[in-house]
């Protein structure tokens, strides 16, 4: 099973008049969006599933890929590491899932499934992770197969 961990690009500023589920991606977080969509939609797995949290800056990041997703109440501002694992299935999963979501949890997920511990790990601003399990002499091991940054794109 194939696990991406995509963190919504850069969007406006929280403020009193805004409320944090409505705030938009900035004119550099649609590029930084479509950028990192333009290089997944030339390596993207075979069955995949994708979930957006119900913020609209992760929706408009979504939609940037140009394809098929359903919003996901369960990883939204707010998530636990335990809610995105149980949102993809990982790592029991029979298809690939890209997780469309927020910090601190994409990060603790991160840590969580290459140190085997929750840790504050930062996910820059339109960033994706891309994780494999695998199971190698019956050990279940979690391989980084890449991370790409929208800047270096």
Do not use: C, Y
Request: glycine residues 8%; negative net charge.
């Amino acid at each position: 099973m194939d696990l991406i961990l995509w963190r919504h690009a850069e969007a406006e500023e929280a403020g009193a008049l805004m409320p944090d589920l409505e705030r938009r991606l900035t004119p550099q977080g649609e590029k930084q969006a479509k950028a990192v969509a333009r290089w997944f939609g030339d390596h993207t797995p075979k069955h995949l599933t994708i979930l957006a949290s119900p913020a609209l800056r992760t929706v408009q990041t979504a939609q940037a890929l140009a394809q098929h997703f359903e919003i996901d109440e369960s990883i939204g501002p707010g998530a636990e590491t335990a809610d995105l694992i149980a949102a993809a299935g990982w790592p029991e999963g029979s298809s690939s899932v890209l997780l469309v979501g927020h910090q601190p949890v994409l990060g603790r997920l991160a840590a969580l499934l290459l140190s085997g511990h929750e840790a504050d790990w930062t996910i820059r601003k339109g960033a994706l992770w891309w994780f494999s399990g695998r199971t190698r002499s019956g050990e279940n091991q979690t391989v980084l197969r890449a991370v790409i940054a929208p800047d270096l794109l």
